[in-house]
Nanobody, 111 residues
């Protein structure tokens, strides 16, 4: 059974940074694309970033230049480095992979 566990969320002031991690168990990320999504209260779930098995990355327009996604296949981990955070980044952040979702980790940015 595939399980994804996100960690690293928390509260930070505007301009600060957080590093989110997603670890998979029950399978390997392997060649598959891994995604980070986020959902703010009352809003739809939006794509934040993705990374393919070969390391090609894609970012949502609102986070380009501030967030960086990376993966370590040996550790079965995908990391989302978030810099220059602003209150609009407040949301629950989810890791997703071949139809599986983690439980999410809350990120709160105060002004």
């Amino acid at each position: 059974q595939v399980q994804l566990v996100e960690s690293g969320g928390g509260s930070v002031q505007a301009g600060g940074s957080l590093t989110l991690s997603c670890v998979a168990s029950g399978t390997s990320f392997g060649i598959y694309t891994v995604y980070w999504y986020r959902q703010a209260p009352g809003k739809q779930r939006d794509l934040v970033a993705s990374i393919t098995g070969t390391g090609y990355t894609n970012y949502g327009d609102s986070v380009k230049g501030r967030f960086t996604i990376s993966r370590d296949n040996a550790k079965n981990t995908v990391v989302l480095q978030m810099n220059s955070l602003n209150p609009e980044d407040t949301a629950v952040y989810y890791c997703a992979f071949i139809g599986n979702w983690g439980q999410g980790t809350q990120v709160t940015v105060s002004s």
